[in-house]
Every structure is written in C-alpha cells, then in structure tokens.
C-alpha cells in the first residue's frame, strides 16, 4: 500500500544530513510540504533547494534545537508558510566525547542533553501546541539503539536516548484522546555521516565487532530504512499505534 502525504505538511529536524534528509525526501515524495531544519544553515539550505529544484514543496529553517526560542520559531515559520503541521521527526542529535563515567566531562553532558533529550522536548512542546489546536498530528522522535541498552563510555548519549523514550511514553498518554499519536525510533546501526565520523575518530573495530557479533542480519541499515518506518509511523497506516519505541536495528536488541 503506498503511503501517500498528498496535503500534509511535515517538520524534520538534523534534516541537512543523514537520517533526517532521507526523512525529509521521503516525506517530499510522498507528497508533504516540508520544512527542514538544522543548526547549519548552509547545508540545510542546500538540501532544500535540491528538493525544490526537484518540484517539491520545500522550506529550509536554521535552528539549534537546545535553543527554545529557535525551536519554538522553527515551529512558527513552518505554520506561517504551509499553513498547519502534520507530522514531525525529532531527529537532530549529537554524540559524545567517549569517557567513562568518572571521567565524563560536565561541559559535554549538558552539550550532548541540550540537543539530545531537551532539544527533543523542546521540539515536542512547540508541535504538540499546533497539534493540540487541530486535533490531529503525530511526531516521531529519534532514541536510538542507545535508548534500550547501555554502553561502555557512552553513558551521557544513552542516557539521552533512554530519556528520550520517557518523553516519548509520557506526552502519549497526554495526547491519546486527542488525535495525536507520538512514537519513537530506535536505529541501530545505520550509514551515515555520523557513522563516518565515528569511524574517522578511531571507532572502526568497535563498529565493526557491533556488526559481527550482535547484528544478526550481518550489515549495516540504510538512512532509507529508517524513514520508511518514520514515515509508516507518522501514516494512518499506524493509526492505533502509540507511545511505542521501534527498533530498526538488524535485530541487535533479540541477543
């Protein structure tokens, strides 16, 4: 059955890469107006414009989504120029400095928690107060693999994610009643330029022993992947679907 978005209006942030703009140009395909958002402008206006180019309906936002007035004017502009929000991916995310947890930098819990677990809270409030005047909408937020397990030096990150899937259960049951669905994905591990970067940071046979022993499909995901779950997420083809966190993950979480 395809999913179609013809008339809906979608919002993804960390759009200008990775994960969010394999989203954002599945969302586009489908047919949504698109707003997408990111901290570099640059890359983010880029993106936008090649989907534009491309005949679809497009708006590149510069936004830092620890920042609660750029979230919330993030929001703003998306309703100012499409009209109504629909669907939207809390994706933007961050990684961080590898430490145990006795060693954890303080200056970099409260980076990877500004943009990890408050910025995803910060990008629900804002969507659920135009969702809670229509009366309809789902969002999907980004956990990870990370949410349901934990891992050596990455305390601060899993953590993040684990609280991600708080908020993710909790604004559920706040919104059940009220035609608003929100769910959340947790992508295993998955191509991307993140990936890249953690390999080019000397974590290429970490990555790697993940993917022999734990992954039982034996090979990475694909950023598409991810956004067809999203999108079958955010779809009345999950109509009865909430407050669920999805692993897309090759099947690490079975073992």
């Not at 880029?46 to 309906?57: C, P």
């Not at 936002?61 to 929001?75: G, R, T, Y």
């Not at 993140?194 to 974590?203: H, L, T, V, W």
Request: negative net charge; proline residues 2%; hydrophobic residues 40%.
């Amino acid at each position: 059955m395809q999913i179609s978005f013809e008339g809906k209006v979608a919002l993804v942030t960390g759009a200008a890469s990775g994960l969010g703009l394999a989203t954002a140009k599945a969302f586009a395909e489908a047919g949504a107006s698109v707003a997408l958002a990111d901290w570099n402008e640059k890359e983010v206006q880029g993106a936008a414009k090649e989907l534009s180019n491309q005949g679809f309906k497009t708006l590149a936002v510069a936004c830092d989504v620890s920042d609660d007035s750029q979230v919330e004017a993030m929001v703003k502009k998306t309703v100012d120029a499409f009209g109504r929000l629909d669907a939207a991916y809390n994706n933007a995310g961050i990684q961080n400095v590898l430490a145990e947890t006795a060693d954890s930098p303080r200056d970099d819990y409260d980076r990877v928690m500004g943009v990890n677990l408050r910025g995803v809270w910060s990008c629900m409030k804002f969507e659920l107060q135009v969702m809670r005047k229509q009366g309809s909408g789902a969002i999907v937020n980004c956990s990870s693999l990370g949410g349901l397990v934990g891992g050596n030096q990455r305390g601060t990150y899993h953590a993040a994610k684990h609280g991600v899937i708080g908020f993710t259960k909790s604004a559920a049951l706040e919104y059940a009643t009220r035609g608003i669905r929100v769910n959340d994905v947790c992508p295993g591990l998955i191509r991307t330029p993140m990936a890249d970067k953690m390999e080019a940071e000397g974590q290429r046979e970490a990555l790697k022993a993940m993917l022999d022993y734990y992954v039982p499909m034996q090979r990475e995901g694909r950023p598409e992947e991810i956004a067809n779950t999203v999108l079958f997420l955010c779809s009345d083809l999950a109509s009865y679907i909430t407050g669920q966190s999805i692993s897309v993950d090759g099947g690490y979480v079975m073992r």
